[in-house]
């Protein structure tokens, strides 16, 4: 059985669709009605999420208010590529505790929604345990968000949240298509050192940072620096993927530009 998610990059770039800037990729999305029919980002997620509410939510469970199930996925957009804590968003979405994990297990059922699980490995560090949330597709997520364009993207808070939620999906599809399971992870110990991705290798662990800009300075490898010294020999070649278009070797890192992401994601 093979997991199918929405289009892949590999997909849209083997058919000469692949959108020319990443924040329009973002804001599109990749589900194939917006590249086989002539339909706006916005109208078509309107009506997905419309049609959704109306007939897999009503399916799955009695929801007699269903604009505070909408009220509640729109939280969950302002929350992904973040750490999820239930009490906050239960609070925003006016609803209990036990009704927001309820419902959040809809849109993992519903392929809308997953959750990345931090990794065991403490490297003699106190670790975060709480997963982080991601949507499985941007245009989604940033039609919650009321982003309608580029202009709005660029300057919008979320931008790196969403680069980072665009980046994770794709690496997982480079999984679900070849009937492979996920292998992806983040690390984060309690003073916030991070990697944004761990990739098991067999006994060794690929670390993958994301960032969302698109010049390359130092500063973007300190995160990798600090968890490489921290796992030794248990470390592999670290990757550092962003929305730029140079392409480099370093001792820390291989640089991805977001286009080559197809080839890493094939690899993974």
């Given amino acids: ?51 959704f509410l109306d007939r897999e939510v009503r399916q799955l469970v009695n929801i007699r208010d269903l604009s ?5 996925l729109r939280g969950c957009a302002t929350r992904t590529g973040q750490i999820l804590n239930f009490s906050d968003l239960a609070r925003e979405s006016s609803i209990s505790h036990n009704t927001a994990k309820a419902w ?30 991601y949507f499985y597709d941007t245009g989604l997520a940033s039609w919650l968000l009321g982003i309608q364009d580029r202009s709005q993207i660029g300057s919008h808070p979320l931008r790196p949240a969403l680069f980072e939620t665009w980046v994770v999906s794709e690496l997982l599809k480079g999984r679900f298509n070849r009937g492979l399971p996920a292998n992806l992870y983040f690390w984060r110990d309690n003073i916030g050192n991070e990697i944004d991705l761990l ?12 960032r969302s800009e ?24 670290g990757r550092l993927i962003y929305a730029g278009n140079e392409r480099l070797r370093r001792d820390e890192a291989a640089v991805v530009p977001w286009r080559d992401l197809d080839g890493l994601a094939e690899r993974l």
């Fill in 199 to 210: 990739a098991e290798q067999g006994a060794s662990l690929m670390p993958i940072e994301i």
């Fill in 1 to 51: 059985m093979l997991q199918l998610l929405p289009f892949s990059i590999s997909e849209l770039t083997e058919a000469g669709n692949i959108p020319a800037e990443i924040d329009e990729l973002l804001i599109r999305g990749m589900y194939p009605p917006l590249y086989d029919l002539p339909l706006t980002p916005a109208g078509w997620y309107s009506g997905y999420v419309s049609s």
């Fill in 104 to 133: 959040l297990s809809i849109l993992e059922a519903s392929h809308l929604v997953f959750l990345l699980r931090p990794h065991y490995r403490n490297f003699n560090k106190r670790l975060v345990k709480t997963p982080k949330l």
């Fill in 68 to 72: 505070l199930f909408q009220r509640f």
């Fill in 214 to 237: 698109q010049t390359l300075t130092d500063g973007l490898f300190d995160g990798l620096r600090k968890w490489l010294s921290l796992a030794g020999a248990e470390a592999g070649r």
